[in-house]
């Protein structure tokens, strides 16, 4: 039962949060710029090739159909997340991906697997609050936790963002120790 409930809960939060994230907007950009090493310009450009990407994947019946995938782009940089019926499914969405403007590079990281649940989807995001809870943790000169994006996908842990690669193995070491964390993939740039 209290599996149930914190698992409601995590849903629950993740739907007020997009209500948040829509309300706010603009605005939530702005307020996120102050910690985000990128510019403003790079924050709006990775939002644009995000719904430039859903675009595409609406657009091509033959690829959504056939898959759950995920996408986000940090500084220009996209990561493929979730699952596909097979290789050329994924294969095929990553290159389309590669010929938006702007796009430096794709992560393709869709596995080949039948989609996953919903309870499979309310785990990744309980796991990605706690990953964001143990990021508080981490006592470093300089270090700010608002500066790694976390995606979470079938148990694995992406980290994103512009950090040092002293900070990149305090974070890697921090989250791979937390419960439910099946694996660790760095995207990171380093400055």
């Given at each position: ?141 300089g270090f ?35 419960t439910g ?11």
């Amino acid at each position: 039962m209290r599996a149930i409930f914190l698992m409601a809960l995590v849903l629950l939060m993740s739907q007020l949060l997009g209500c948040t994230t829509a309300v706010v907007g603009g605005a939530a950009t702005g307020v996120a710029a102050v910690h985000d090493r990128r510019t403003v310009p790079t924050m709006l450009e990775d939002q644009a090739i995000e719904i430039k990407a859903l675009k595409l994947l609406m657009d091509h019946p033959e690829i959504s159909k056939r898959s759950n995938i995920s996408i986000t782009s940090y500084n220009l940089k996209v990561l493929l997340t979730g699952e596909a019926d097979t290789q050329e499914v994924s294969d095929h969405f990553a290159r389309l991906v590669s010929n938006i403007q702007r796009v430096e590079r794709v992560h393709n990281e869709v596995l080949v697997s039948p989609s996953g649940t919903l309870l499979d989807q309310t785990n990744d995001a309980y796991l990605t609050a706690k990953v964001k809870l143990e990021l508080l943790r981490i006592d470093a000169k300089g270090f700010d936790p608002t500066r790694v994006k976390v995606v979470t996908s079938q148990g694995t842990v992406f980290l994103m963002g512009i950090i040092s690669q002293q900070e990149a193995h305090q974070v890697a070491e921090k989250v791979r120790f937390v419960t439910g964390v099946k694996r660790v993939v760095k995207v990171f740039e380093y400055y």
